[in-house]
Nanobody
Framework: QVQLVESGGGLVQAGGSLRLSCAAS????????MGWYRQCPGKQRELVAT???????NYADSVKGRFTISRDNAKNTMYLQMNSLTLEDTAVYYC????????WGQGTQVTVSS
């Protein structure tokens, strides 16, 4: 059974940093594109960043230059380094494994305070 578990969320002041992790089990994801979505209060879930099996990355305009997505295939883990956080980054962050049947994590809350 495929399971994605996010960790690393929490409360941080504006301007601070957090690193999210997404650990996969039950699946070897090195051949798959992975990504992070987020859902801000009252808004639809939006794509934040993706990373392909070869390491190519894409970012939403709102996070370019501040967030970095990476992966460690040996550890079956993906990361999202988030710097210069703003109040608008407050959201539940979800990791996704893109495949014939996409798999989602349960989400981790990130709250940025002023």
């Amino acid at each position: 059974q495929v399971q994605l578990v996010e960790s690393g969320g929490g409360l941080v002041q504006a301007g601070g940093s957090l690193r999210l992790s997404c650990a996969a089990s039950g699946y070897t994801f090195r051949f798959n594109t992975m990504g992070w979505y987020r859902q801000c209060p009252g808004k639809q879930r939006e794509l934040v960043a993706t990373i392909s099996s070869s390491g190519s990355t894409n970012y939403a305009d709102s996070v370019k230059g501040r967030f970095t997505i990476s992966r460690d295939n040996a550890k079956n883990t993906m990361y999202l380094q988030m710097n210069s956080l703003t109040l608008e980054d407050t959201a539940v962050y979800y990791c996704i494994l893109f495949s014939r049947s996409n798999y989602w994590g349960q989400g981790t809350q990130v709250t940025v305070s002023s």
